[in-house]
């Protein structure tokens, strides 16, 4: 059922819960893209000569200053009203890729129950009031995916390259690229990035500050004014008094454990299409876990592709589990919550859930890949009527 045409009525229905909840954004948003309004302030300073590595907020690398250059045409009230349409568009293309790649379309049961969840799904909604760029990496991620899938590595490269000289997310997917083997699309995919950099680095003034201050508070979590969204183990550990020695610890046994169940469900083989999309989620849920930051909205990253996964037998979207570690994640759900975590802050409830996600996403994948492939099922053979002798043998008994 879910591959086949949901009927016009649900199409309609589906997509007018996706544009009342943009229309509500785009009008009444009390955050007013404040992420993306933050890296556009800080590419201004170009205009006046100064650096964007001058503001806090400003986290990425000199190859995506083009980008944030191309939208400050723009007023802050465009932007406001404009940019979180865009970044629908974003996560509705990159929610087609994950169907194509598994044979269905938008307009497939499948497809329009993701539409409509947009309404209702936390992450993909809080990514588009914030304005935050995580939209075209999830989007390119699918994309990459679904040419990967049709065996197109050099282009999936250039596609992983393009968004990591966006935003630098997606270094890990390298190593998919390792794994499989694809010299040309793993080149491409780390030297568009470099080569973005080393073309737009020497242009900015003052571009050590990159390195020197805006490096430095990235990698440490950046400040008080991000960390209390932040769902990463390093951010929520010490809150329940594990920190020095026994987190360090606990980041090197889950990387350890990462690259290592990445390797093992690659060799496992299998469905190729089912293969890309559980390696690549537990390189990404992995890096998720032990790196800091990790906003609740980074699950977008993974999870296109893992729903759509739920059309191939063995997936992990066939587990009851998988959907049960969702519901948190939904949108009427966020406030609701315990306060135990330093003082009961919001920011704090809403950081544990997506970790909740990402810790039972990533166990799942992990025991589904020691399991190893399931078993290709057995055609069933046609059961014989009572009494009645199988048309071969009745044949070679009948005279003439």
């Not at 819960?17 to 556009?40: A, G, K, Y």
């Not at 590595?53 to 250059?69: C, K, M, Q, T």
């Not at 083997?181 to 030297?191: E, F, H, I, V």
């Amino acid at each position: 059922m879910l591959k086949s045409r949901a009927p016009w009525v649900v199409l309609a229905g589906a997509y007018a819960l996706f544009i009342q909840e943009l229309v509500r954004i785009s009008l009444t948003n009390q955050m007013h893209s404040m992420d993306n309004l933050l890296v556009i302030d800080a590419v201004r300073r170009l205009l006046d000569g100064g650096s964007p590595y001058e503001s806090d907020r400003f986290l990425y690398p000199p190859s995506s200053v083009p980008f944030a250059l191309a939208l400050t045409p723009l007023s802050d009230t465009h932007l406001e009203r404009l940019f979180p349409w865009g970044l629908a568009a974003l996560l509705l293309v990159g929610w087609w890729a994950a169907l194509r790649m598994f044979g269905v379309g938008l307009r497939s049961w499948l497809g329009v129950a993701g539409v409509a969840a947009f309404a209702l799904f936390n992450p993909a909604v809080s990514v588009v009031e914030l304005g935050n760029w995580t939209a075209p990496v999830a989007a390119m991620m699918s994309i990459a995916l679904l040419l990967m899938g049709r065996g197109r590595w050099l282009a999936a490269g250039v596609v992983i390259g393009v968004s990591i000289a966006v935003k630098p997310m997606l270094v890990p997917i390298g190593l998919v690229f390792l794994l499989a083997r694809k010299w040309r699309g793993l080149g491409a995919a780390a030297g568009i990035p470099i080569a973005a950099c080393a073309v737009v680095t020497p242009l900015l003034p003052e571009p050590g500050l990159f390195f020197t201050r805006t490096l430095p508070f990235l990698l440490g979590g950046q400040d008080g004014f991000a960390r209390p969204y932040d769902s990463s183990l390093p951010a929520m550990l010490p809150r329940i008094g594990i920190d020095g020695a026994p987190l360090a610890i606990v980041r090197v046994a889950v990387l350890a454990i990462t690259v290592a169940a990445a390797v093992l469900r690659w060799r496992n083989g299998g469905e190729e299409r089912l293969r890309l999309v559980d390696t690549s989620a537990i390189v990404m849920i992995g890096t998720f876990l032990v790196s800091t930051p990790a906003f609740g909205y980074y699950p977008l990253v993974v999870l296109p592709p893992l729903v759509a996964s739920v059309l191939v037998r063995g997936s992990a979207a066939r587990s009851v589990w998988f959907w049960v570690a969702l519901v948190p994640l939904v949108r009427p759900l966020q406030f609701i919550g315990v306060d135990f975590l330093d003082g009961g802050h919001a920011g704090y409830r809403q950081a544990a859930k997506p970790l909740a996600w990402m810790v039972a996403a990533g166990t799942l994948l992990l025991v589904r890949t020691l399991r190893g492939e399931p078993a290709p099922r057995r055609p069933e053979l046609p059961i014989q009527p009572a009494g009645r002798e199988p048309e071969r043998l009745a044949a070679t008994s009948s005279p003439g």
